[in-house]
């Protein structure tokens, strides 16, 4: 990722030193949008169902973050691009299947 994202990374001593709270707040707001639009979806379906509608939201949310700074950024890679898609798309249908675990046991 590193390699990837060149002298747009914000970094000191050669490792990453992200913007702490707006990290946190990244994740919050996929929390957020977890529990607002995939909850309601996958409670009550089967686990590969589930796990797709999750990744389905994960490709909305990290293709949306990928592709405006492939569109905009000059150094931004298609490499990068479909690695962190792939990668959010299993993220969030991980957590779609955890939601429906747990809402599965009536949290």
Do not use: C, H
Request: charged residues 10%.
């Amino acid at each position: 990722y590193k390699r990837e994202l060149g002298s747009l990374a914000r970094l000191q001593n050669g490792a990453f030193v992200p913007v702490w709270w707006a990290g946190i707040a990244v994740y919050m707001l996929i929390a957020i949008g977890l529990v607002m639009f995939v909850k309601p979806l996958v409670a009550t379906l089967p686990p590969l169902k589930a796990f797709f509608t999750g990744a389905m939201f994960g490709l909305v949310l990290y293709g949306l973050y990928d592709l405006t700074n492939y569109s905009t950024l000059n150094n931004w890679s298609l490499k990068l691009v479909v690695a962190d898609m792939v990668w959010g798309m299993v993220l969030m249908g991980s957590f779609a299947l955890l939601i429906r675990f747990l809402v599965s046991k009536g949290w």
